[in-house]
């Protein structure tokens, strides 16, 4: 209701209050006076209160004007005719917007968050291009939540809010296609790719990426879903022979720090014999496309260059996971059957200074492999790599 609707009555007893005390003579008029002020006081706070809407006695509200955001933000990336092109709004986003308008109405049939609404008042709330544009900043350039408020006119916990909201979205809506086991087909097509490049029977590479977690309870410990799953035994099936030898599981590429499984194939240290010089630089030559595959994703999304700030493990998992399938809708969206490379320069801010990858062996990826010993077959290991060596020796000696 109009707060004038209520105000009425008071105003018109306190005039009231005024006309006696002009009209009395008596020897109480100060304590009349006195308690018209402390009526007039108490009519002031509880104005004050009723203005709040339930805001936080003592917090200072602030009028961001989220319309105001909306219409710029919309403007500049959004229109028809925005103030920024593409390759622009590919470069600050990370994506096409195509691909982003395909993220926008899947969050917002997913969540209602995303969905823009109208307060108690009627006033029109976030949009969910300033939610969405929120969440991306943080995740493209690892910044505080706050740094998003004086373009996108979000404050800090409801850029938090959104973060979270987005990549729990992201991870439950799309997980399924894109962050799926490798199927059949792909299966496939990575064993006629990888056989082209000498290792029949490898499925791809593995490597470790630390991200730091800056609030990480001490009492947890590191582990992996893969390890889990080669640990086990349940590498892809797959039949091939190399050098008049058969085998029946599919291996990665690793480096030294792996251990001897016959799902790995390491490269040979300090080696003398040509042979097994040429296996190491193959072998390592086609493992720099893990590699290669940390730093894009790093590039695209600096959040995870740097010590992760949450506190709770679902969000640095959401937030991982998110990434990681962001990047692979991102490749789809730009993949050329021509195979013309999309520039991979984004913009980055200061704090996000490239961290370098470690790879060196943690004491909790040291626990975890030794803690497993179901598939440490040596032997086949052994000869995996030794049938490798020859295979890839023949190879080099037919160019």
Same mark, same amino acid.
Request: glycine residues 4%; aromatic residues 10%; charged residues 25%.
């Given at each position: ?58 917090? @200072?509200?602030? @009028? ?146 630390? $991200? ?8 947890? @410990? ?88 949450? $506190? ?80 890839? $020796? ?6």
């Amino acid at each position: 209701m109009d707060h004038n609707y209520h105000l009425k009555p008071r105003d018109y007893q306190m005039k009231e209050m005024e006309m006696v005390l002009l009209e009395s003579d008596s020897d109480d008029e100060m304590e009349i006076l006195s308690i018209f002020a402390m009526e007039e006081e108490r009519l002031k706070k509880e104005q004050a209160s009723t203005s709040r809407r339930g805001s936080i006695v003592g917090r @200072k509200v602030i @009028k961001r004007d989220y319309l105001q955001g909306e219409e710029r933000l919309f403007h500049d990336y959004f229109s028809d005719n925005p103030v920024f092109p593409p390759h622009l709004f590919r470069r600050r986003f990370r994506m096409s917007r195509p691909l982003f308008f395909r993220l926008q109405y899947a969050l917002e049939a997913h969540d209602p968050y995303f969905i823009q609404k109208r307060n108690a008042a009627g006033t029109l709330g976030l949009s969910s291009l300033q939610k969405m544009t929120a969440a991306l900043r943080i995740l493209a350039y690892g910044v505080a939540a706050d740094s998003t408020d004086e373009y996108v006119r979000i404050g800090e916990s409801t850029a938090i809010e959104s973060l979270r909201r987005f990549v729990k979205a992201v991870v439950n809506i799309f997980s399924e296609e894109y962050l799926r086991s490798p199927n059949s087909n792909d299966i496939a097509r990575l064993l006629a790719v990888n056989e082209k490049r000498g290792f029949p029977g490898m499925l791809g590479s593995i490597d470790c990426m630390h $991200w730091k977690w800056k609030n990480c309870p001490t009492a947890w @410990k590191e582990h992996s879903s893969i390890f889990t799953e080669l640990a086990q035994g349940r590498a892809p099936p797959v039949n091939y022979s190399i050098n008049g030898h058969d085998y029946t599981m599919g291996y990665y590429l690793a480096d030294g720090i792996y251990p001897q499984w016959s799902t790995f194939v390491k490269t040979i240290s300090a080696p003398l014999e040509a042979k097994k010089k040429h296996f190491a630089r193959v072998q390592e030559a086609c493992r720099k496309d893990v590699e290669c595959a940390f730093g894009i994703l790093q590039a695209r999304f600096s959040i995870v260059r740097g010590p992760a700030r949450f $506190w709770d493990e679902a969000t640095l998992n959401d937030i991982m996971k998110a990434c990681i399938i962001l990047h692979n809708m991102i490749i789809e969206d730009e993949r050329d059957p021509n195979g013309v490379q999309q520039d991979d320069d984004y913009e980055q801010v200061p704090e996000s200074i490239p961290i370098p990858v470690s790879r060196e062996p943690t004491i909790e990826v040291q626990n975890f492999i030794q803690s497993h010993i179901r598939i440490r077959d040596r032997e086949t290991h052994s000869q995996l790599q030794a049938d490798l060596v020859e295979h890839l $020796w023949q190879l080099h000696g037919q160019l």
